[in-house]
């Protein structure tokens, strides 16, 4: 009889990437999952009535506390929600990327990220990138990139009235054009553009990421009352489209019309910053974001599909981080879903009240305990 780290058992796993919906035990040795069957151990957990996943993946979640004024705490923030990975959209650019780095690097928890164009980043809430082509900082992007391969997954530009002003798309153009030659993927902010939406998908290749989909403000995803047909095109030749929900980033009725049309977001993911941290009834945190998709009407393998398997699959890492096979980084997540009343608020104030919410009960890190709750026995 094998003895392992940690036995956790009775709990329904949902793994997407194995097509497991089942209840199945789930074992932990030296870092690794390692098979279940007639093994004892160390840290033995009844995960009975809980749900057991891969460790969530949070895609669009700003860190770099004390290097930016939006930078969150990863661990503190992450761990307490069943997160394990984070990518951060661009938080800094090439001025304050190696500060990022040098911050990120000692944590737990695993932090890839996009280099915003702008070589300030998002560093201040006191004012917005600076997104004149000419200040974009093109060799040392590139070069950037090629060192910093380990981390940097690609590029993010926000693409906002507000940020852009009167130069269009040219921002896009620009840095798309450095990606081309880096060989990178980009992410592109949505909400308000200076265009309309389709407009920016064109742009885009096969596992770019149109980030806000479901956003609300001026030009949006819906138009007339139907989801511009253009995008069902886009989002099959592979442009990825995130939920990345926010402060200013998510409409009800955005959201319900493109979901009963079947566009369907690729991704979700919190857009967390420290204005949006633990605020009711907004974004708060991962599981409090996926619980409001529930209410919309995703099933739970499907939303799990969208905060594990997906994301992984983005990273290069569908398999290792995505899913929990024999043999793959023990990353783990056990979550409780718990009936009670939830109230979620969209961007334009519209409120709805939902029954059920995803508490996270454990976290695994790499086969250690990083968090669990007083009560979970």
Do not use: W
Not at 51 to 71: E, F, N, Q, R
Not at 149 to 167: M, T
Request: aromatic share 6%.
């Amino acid at each position: 009889m094998s003895k392992v780290d940690i036995l956790i058992r009775n709990g329904r796993v949902i793994d997407p990437y194995r097509g497991v919906d089942c209840i199945e035990d789930v074992a932990v040795k030296d870092g690794l999952i390692v098979a279940a069957e007639g093994a004892t151990a160390v840290q033995t957990v009844d995960a009975a009535g809980c749900i057991v996943t891969p460790g969530l993946i949070d895609y669009h979640c700003h860190l770099g506390a004390m290097v930016t004024d939006l930078g969150l705490h990863g661990e503190t923030m992450c761990f307490p929600t069943g997160v394990t990975t984070v990518v951060d959209p661009g938080t800094t650019g090439t001025a304050n990327y190696e500060a990022f780095r040098s911050f990120t690097a000692c944590s737990r928890l695993r932090v890839k990220a996009f280099l915003n164009v702008c070589p300030t980043g998002m560093v201040t809430t006191a004012s917005h990138e600076n997104y004149d082509p000419a200040l974009f900082q093109r060799g040392k992007i590139l070069r950037f990139l090629k060192k910093y391969a380990d981390q940097l997954l690609g590029l993010k530009v926000r693409q906002s009235i507000e940020l852009v002003g009167g130069r269009g798309l040219e921002p896009l153009k620009a840095m798309i054009d450095i990606a081309e030659e880096a060989g990178c993927r980009v992410a592109v902010h949505t909400t308000n553009p200076p265009v309309k939406v389709e407009e920016i998908a064109r742009l885009l290749r096969p596992g770019d990421i149109y980030v806000h989909v479901y956003q609300g403000k001026g030009e949006s995803v819906v138009r007339e009352g139907k989801v511009v047909s253009e995008l069902f095109a886009h989002q099959k030749r592979g442009v990825i489209f995130d939920a990345a929900n926010g402060t200013n980033h998510f409409n009800f009725a955005v959201a319900r019309q493109c979901l009963a049309e079947g566009l369907l977001p690729d991704v979700i993911s919190t857009d967390l910053t420290v204005k949006s941290a633990y605020l009711p009834q907004v974004a708060f945190s991962l599981p409090f974001v996926m619980s409001k998709y529930l209410l919309l009407g995703l099933s739970l393998p499907q939303v799990i599909e969208r905060t594990v398997t997906t994301p992984a699959r983005l990273l290069g890492q569908e398999r290792e981080l995505g899913s929990l096979c024999l043999g793959t980084c023990a990353d783990i997540a056990v979550h409780r879903l718990i009936k009670k009343p939830v109230l979620f608020k969209d961007s334009a104030g519209e409120t709805l009240c939902g029954g059920e919410l995803l508490k996270t009960e454990m976290t695994v890190r790499d086969g250690e305990t990083v968090f669990r709750q007083i009560d979970f026995q």
